[in-house]
C-alpha cells in the first residue's frame, strides 16, 4: 500500500518561510515523478511543481518560479518544498502527489497523478 505523508505546514507572516515535507512509503514503489499540489477554498486544486524521482528535472508554476523549490532526498523517501517570500495569496491546502506513468511532458494537471497525501494547511497573513 503506497502512502504519502505532508508535514511542515502552519501560520506564517508574509514574507516568510516554510518547508513542507512528503514522506512516501510503499513496498517497491517507485514514482516517475512527484509533485506539489495546493488547494484554496472554492477554488481547483492548482499545480505548484514537480520533481523527477530520478533525477533533477524540475518544473514550476508561473506563480512560485523563484520563491519555491521543490527537491527529494531518494534515501529518505522523501519530497520537500522550500517555499519562500510567501504571500497571502500562497494560502491553501498544499498535497503531495505521485505519478507512476514516464511522460516526457510534465504532467500539470492533478488527474495525471495517482497517489496523494492527506494535505497540509499553510496560512500566510498579511
Known amino acids: 500500500q503506497v502512502q504519502l505523508v505532508e508535514s511542515g505546514g502552519g501560520l506564517v507572516q508574509a514574507g516568510g518561510s516554510l518547508r513542507l515535507s512528503c514522506a512516501v512509503s510503499?513496498?517497491?514503489?517507485?514514482?516517475?515523478?512527484m509533485g506539489w499540489f495546493r488547494q484554496a477554498p472554492g477554488t481547483e486544486r492548482e499545480f505548484v511543481a514537480a520533481?523527477?524521482?530520478?533525477?533533477?528535472?524540475?518544473y514550476y508554476s508561473g506563480s512560485v518560479k523563484g520563491r519555491f523549490t521543490i527537491s527529494r532526498d531518494n534515501a529518505k523517501n522523501t519530497v520537500y518544498l522550500q517555499m519562500n517570500s510567501l504571500k497571502p495569496e500562497d494560502t491553501a491546502v498544499y498535497y503531495c502527489?505521485?505519478?507512476?506513468?514516464?511522460?516526457?511532458?510534465?504532467?500539470?494537471?492533478?488527474?495525471?497523478?495517482?497517489?496523494w497525501g492527506q494535505g497540509t494547511q499553510v496560512t500566510v497573513s498579511s
Open positions: 510503499g513496498r517497491t514503489f517507485s514514482p516517475y515523478r
Open positions: 502527489a505521485a505519478d507512476r506513468t514516464i511522460r516526457t511532458v510534465v504532467g500539470t494537471s492533478a488527474r495525471l497523478y495517482d497517489y
Open positions: 520533481i523527477r524521482w530520478n533525477g533533477d528535472s524540475t
